[in-house]
């Protein structure tokens, strides 16, 4: 059996690897010419670690793990809000959790791909032929391929979406807040982070701050916008909402690398009622974009990668595996997207008023109760949910 694949992103990487290890030819199409190493630290659990722990990469990712002491909420001239230590995050998932950099996940599914995976930079699907038999496609290189399934994990302005399901504008769902994120170099801001994730917490407006290696730091952004349309200028965009700040921001935005170095995006979610269609499957942001006020979205990809490969390997009929996955996975994703417009406020909360309650639960965090909020905020999904064999 052959799979294409369009995306090698964590859900396009994730699928390759658990159908190569299913005995399956996998062919992987992206079109930037290299792995991406930019974007988030992720807190990675829930489905992804269930999915890893059962696919044999979890110890690969814990030896990946970011050293994290904890979660400190600040004011715009670097005072204390709020802390919470990543022990009492970690304790309401009963410890599982890592902390990584999204592009270090990537990297651990590329290098665990074996030799049966063929994958492709530089290449783009240009056409597709969903037969009842076999799906055929055209390459930008134009190489012809046939396969018994085509997976959609090109990210949730996903061009195969557009093309075989449903126009983005009829399944993107904009939740009013546009990111960004970027590596920087600073010998100060790296002392000052030291081993804390620091948040900047503003009415309408967030930067986190944690410390790579040496004087190399991470930072991500998020503001408040009306405007569901990206702008044209990444680098403007973050100066016109943080400009006006003291503290680390300052050295922060002088750092700033050119636009293509910035990852930047809206915050949104997709809500696409037809996962599936015929021999064609949509997976990940493609599928179901659940966005970082959620929280999993990684995770998410991996754990639907893995019920994927599982469907795909114990059902003879194509079509019909496609079917068991939708209706598998689909109930946890709406789950955890209305639990990410639920936690919206809380994320990045719109008055002083949520600032400084979110403040008051981040320093009760080590009381029962606010595990049990905590836990119902991130929709943890019940155990097996991901891993359990179904036939």
Known sequence: MKAIISGAGIAGLAAAYELGRAGWDVVVLEKADSLRDGGYMIDFFGPGYDAAEANGLLDAFARHARKVEGVELVNADGSRQGYMSYRSFAAPLGGRLFSLMRGDLERVLFNALGPIVDLRFGTRIETVDNGPASVDIVTSAGDRLHGDVLIGADGIHSPLRAHLFTAEPRVLRYLGYHTAAYFFRSDAVAKAVQDRFLMLSLPD???????????????????????????????????????????????????????????????????????????????????????????????????????????????????????????????????????????????????????????????????????????????????????????
């Open 205 to 391: 407006r967030q930067a986190g701050l944690y410390r790579m290696e040496g004087d190399s730091v991470a930072v991500y952004f998020i503001w408040r916008d009306t405007r569901p349309e990206r702008a044209d200028d990444a680098g403007a965009a973050i100066r016109e909402n943080f400009g006006d700040l003291g503290w680390l921001v300052p050295e922060t935005l002088a750092a700033m690398p050119p636009n293509a170095e910035i990852y930047y995006d809206v915050v949104a979610q997709i809500e696409a009622d037809q996962w599936c269609n015929g021999r064609v499957a949509l997976l990940g942001d493609a599928a179901f974009a659940v966005s970082l006020l959620a929280g999993q979205g990684a995770s998410l990809a991996m754990g639907g990668a893995h019920i994927l490969a599982q469907q795909l390997a114990s059902q003879a009929d194509v079509p019909t595996a496609l079917a068991r996955y939708d209706t598998i996975l689909r109930p946890e994703v709406v789950k955890k997207q209305a639990a990410g417009r639920k936690a919206a406020d809380w994320i990045v909360p719109h008055s002083p008023f949520r600032v400084w309650l979110r403040a008051r639960v981040f320093n009760l965090s080590s009381l029962p109760f606010v595990s049990r909020v905590f836990e119902r905020l991130v929709a943890t999904s019940p155990k097996g949910v991901f891993t359990k064999k179904r036939s």
